[in-house]
């Protein structure tokens, strides 16, 4: 049949023509969108690039600090790029991840430090541990002893138990009189923390967070290594979270700062390298290449320092620097630091997630899974889509009227703080949560359902572990967001400027935004141009982490599912 | 073998029903006698005739207002292969969803009429349509494994009722059944979902008679599955039907001729139209309806 076409096709003398179709209108509109693509990344772009040179400074250093910065740091980062990109695409990646993790690990430090010294103190989160962890250990025993318990016994022991190892049995007033009863049991917590000899800080640090690291080590480990192998993991790191205590003691910083870096850096990078090695798809040439990066990073900004000091060369006189992470507000704009809006701000959001998480979520799977499809329902779920595009400032008024002036919480507290804010992003999680909800294949339920499910257990089973990924990159979507927010914290009054750390939740404190915004407001050009733009970076630096880590949560199970 | 080992595990929780069930052998019988005259077959007794073990009595399904089955009475032999067939839209799926009471999950789906699986009405307020499913296992159309390993899959459902005991040689013994352990054997790690459409269906498979199951309930489970993992599926519903009752509903005449023991027509509207024999069936059927619907004068 072809054949026989082509051959009068091309036997036919009278060959039809076609006119042209204009596509003048069509190519106009591609242009126009193409300009609209472009026009709000160009702009941020730019206002990007501005701030960051305002608060770097680039150009202040000596003359010299340039080419010996571009040899010792740009030129081995380019050198190890072009190596990647030429002859080893897929070490590429490993690179980025053994770089990426320390880096994480650092932040995730620094986080844990603050909170667990200057917002916690030492000895309370030592006595929180070991009583959660006698509780844990309790329980688990109980569990070995009686495992046929039914739900109802393992649910009132386990109140039991954690009950009276972080609340226990406070003082109470008694009705129609004016005593109150003395405290008749304090906590398992609270008699560690009254106990006349605690820890020292370094000490309470390995106790709580050394140990159990090398503990989780040996255990991961000894599930495929011997277990002298494992053992020594454990060992080894113990020992170099010790090494580096003292080591930063010697260089004038202190144990338990030198304990922790070495911590959230060694550990997870050694973690990585274990699991590359183990995974049978990563080649062993690529795991080597990989180092490379981290090496060339970090042997150059080190090399970089020690050739500078020698030398005394001065580098770029920033204003982001480790004074102005670590200083205090100040009148002068050469000592102002951000460290306790930073710290403010962390303590907000510890507050935001404890509240948004379980909450957002928990609604979103009952509005997904358990609630019947009716009028109520229905108005429901069409209100939070409009709550979600209420304006923040409306969000601190609420949070005004509710939190401070009826339930009398506290002007300005990190507390309502983190309530407001939870209230303005709840609607987003709400949403975002029932999409990736939702997402999850109805063939999935049936699946479960039909082998004799419970709803509890496809949820729990089944749906949950489909839609984390999704849930949890809306929640820290979400959550990106709640960090810069200034308006409702204004409206609920929270400090602009705070001078030192808050002690705790009730506190009231600042927030990054608000800081930003107090510094603006100051008549000095400094001021205007350097600390301000050293604080912007700081906080699209928090966000811009909080989103790489959501974006890192969604490919890797991503990927799980697929393989 | 383990089989027997897994069904005393598995009936812990319904076995009370079964007893008082059994206890009563004469009204066994006379549910025998009386279905032998409302279906008009030749009664529990033909060449297939094992012991009664799911029997529809007048069954009606609603949705909403439509009527999705009408009136239907039949019974279904235990350890055999019956096959449900009609065009679509007849409501052979939803006879299917009806014996575990996956209907229940439709927000307006409606049973009048009685569904007795072991001679106890399901629709009964006392029955818990999840330890129900519990013991009537269920493939369905696309084949649906979780995303997880091949090993949690199969493990799903004894993980549900807290069976892990010997859980991996229950898993083993599952794939060994549904014919797909010398293909996952190296790789039970990997996930199902790696698997090609014919080995995801008998993971599937392998999945439902895990937790051993009085019945599978099949619906279509090849419909979307190339010719050769279809002759793989069918093979393999005759061989699980000598341990399990296999109630398998099919768009495809050939493949209910192929594998059934039984075969029941249902006509549009829900109306089941014949039931009986396969042989007879499809060489002989009283109803001229079924004959035009099997020769394809319509459907």
């Known amino acids: 049949m072809m054949s026989i076409d082509t051959d009068t096709d091309t036997a036919n003398p009278a060959e039809t023509s076609f006119e042209r179709v204009s596509r003048r209108k069509g190519q106009l509109f591609r242009w126009l969108l193409l300009i609209a693509s472009f026009a709000g990344i160009v702009s941020l772009g730019v206002l990007l690039v501005y701030v960051f040179i305002d608060a770097l400074q680039p150009l202040t250093a000596d003359a010299i600090w340039y080419p010996v910065f571009l040899l010792t740091v740009v030129a081995p980062i380019a050198g190890v790029g072009l190596f990647y990109w030429r002859w080893a695409p897929s070490a590429g990646s490993i690179g980025v991840t053994l770089l990426g993790l320390p880096v994480l690990g650092l932040m995730a430090t620094g986080a844990t430090f603050v909170i667990v010294t200057d917002v916690l103190g030492s000895t309370t989160w030592f006595g929180f541990v070991v009583a959660l962890g006698v509780a844990t250990g309790l329980f688990a025993g109980f569990g070995r002893v009686r495992p046929d318990a039914s739900f109802e016994t393992r649910f009132v022991v386990g109140l039991f138990l954690y009950w009276f190892a972080l609340i226990g049995l406070p003082s109470v007033p008694i009705p129609f009189t004016n005593l109150a009863t003395v405290e008749f049991l304090p906590s398992l917590m609270g008699a560690i923390t009254s106990l006349p000899v605690v820890p020292t800080r370094w000490a309470a640090l390995f106790w709580t967070l050394v140990v159990p690291v090398g503990a989780g080590v040996t255990s991961y480990l000894a599930g495929h290594r011997p277990r002298r192998t494992a053992l020594g993991a454990g060992v080894i790191v113990l020992g170099a979270a010790l090494a580096g205590g003292l080591l930063a003691a010697q260089v004038g910083s202190s144990l338990a700062v030198g304990e922790l870096v070495v911590l959230g850096t060694v550990v997870p990078f050694g973690l990585m390298i274990e699991r590359y090695r183990v995974a049978e798809t990563v080649d062993r040439r690529d795991l080597r290449a990989g180092l490379a990066l981290p090496v060339a990073v970090i042997g150059g900004l080190v090399l970089n320092a020690v050739l500078s000091g020698v030398l005394g060369i001065a580098g770029p006189a920033s204003w982001l620097d480790w004074q102005y992470l670590t200083n205090a507000p100040s009148r002068f704009a050469e000592q102002a630091g951000i460290y306790p809006a930073l710290v403010g701000s962390i303590m907000i959001m510890i507050i935001v997630v404890l509240l948004t998480f379980p909450i957002g979520v928990g609604a979103a799977v009952y509005l997904e899974e358990y609630a019947p499809e009716n009028r109520t329902s229905r108005l429901i779920r069409i209100n939070i889509s409009n709550l979600a595009g209420v304006p923040s400032v409306v969000y601190g008024l609420l949070g005004l009227g509710l939190f401070i002036r009826l339930l009398d919480m506290g002007l300005g507290s990190i507390l309502v703080a983190g309530m407001t804010l939870s209230l303005l992003i709840l609607p987003i999680v709400i949403i975002s949560s029932r999409e990736a909800i939702r997402a999850v294949p109805d063939s999935m339920r049936q699946a479960s359902y039909g082998m004799g499910a419970t709803r509890w257990q496809t949820v729990r089973r089944v749906v949950l572990p489909e839609a984390m990924p999704g849930i949890l990159t809306g929640t820290i979507l979400a959550l990106a967001r709640a960090v810069g927010e200034a308006a409702p914290l204004l409206m609920i009054g929270t400090a602009t400027t705070a001078f030192s750390v808050p002690g705790s939740f009730t506190d009231t404190a600042s927030a990054m935004p608000l800081q930003i915004y107090a510094w603006s407001e100051l008549p000095s050009e400094s001021f205007q141009h350097g600390v301000v733009a050293a604080g912007v970076v700081v906080l699209i630096v928090v966000m811009l982490t909080m989103n790489s880590v959501a974006i890192v949560l969604r490919n890797r199970y991503q990927t799980r599912g697929e393989s | ?299």
């Open chain 2, 1 to 299: 073998m383990t089989q027997s080992d897994m069904t005393d595990d598995g009936r812990t929780e319904p076995t009370s029903e079964t007893d008082s069930v059994s206890a009563d052998p004469e009204h066994d019988d006379e549910e025998l006698i009386e279905t032998g005259v409302t279906a008009g077959t030749e009664g529990g007794s033909g060449p297939v005739g094992g012991r009664t073990i799911i029997e529809s009595r007048g069954l009606d399904v609603y949705y909403g207002e439509e009527r999705a089955l009408q009136d239907v009475s039949l019974e279904i032999p235990e350890k055999s292969v019956t096959a449900i067939i009609g065009p679509s839209g007849c409501g052979k799926s939803t006879f299917l969803r009806c014996i575990n009471r996956m209907n229940d999950l439709i927000q307006n789906a409606r049973v009048e009429g009685e569904l007795r699986f072991e001679g106890k009405n399901v629709y009964d307020d006392d029955v818990d349509p999840v330890a129900l499913r519990r013991r009537i296992g269920m493939v369905f159309q696309e084949p649906n494994p979780f995303p997880k390993s091949i090993y949690d899959n199969v493990a799903y459902g004894l993980r549900l009722q807290d069976q892990t005991d010997d859980l991996d040689e229950k898993v083993e013994q599952a794939l060994k059944d549904a014919a797909l352990w010398d293909e996952v054997k190296d790789r039970l790690d990997e996930s199902g979902l790696e698997l090609s459409g014919g080995q995801q269906q008998r993971l599937c498979i392998a999945r439902a008679i895990a937790v051993d199951p009085g019945v599978i309930l099949m619906d279509e489970p090849a419909s979307a599955l190339d010719p050769v993992a279809t002759s793989q599926i069918e093979d393999l519903i005759q061989e699980i039907a000598e341990e399990y009752t296999v109630v398998i509903v099919t768009h495809n005449m050939q493949q209910a001729a192929r594998i059934s023991d039984r075969t029941a027509v249902f006509l549009t509207g829900g109306e089941l139209v014949e039931y009986d024999d396969t042989d007879k069936i499809f060489q002989n059927p009283e109803s001229q309806r079924v004959e035009d619907y099997i020769t394809g004068k319509f459907g």
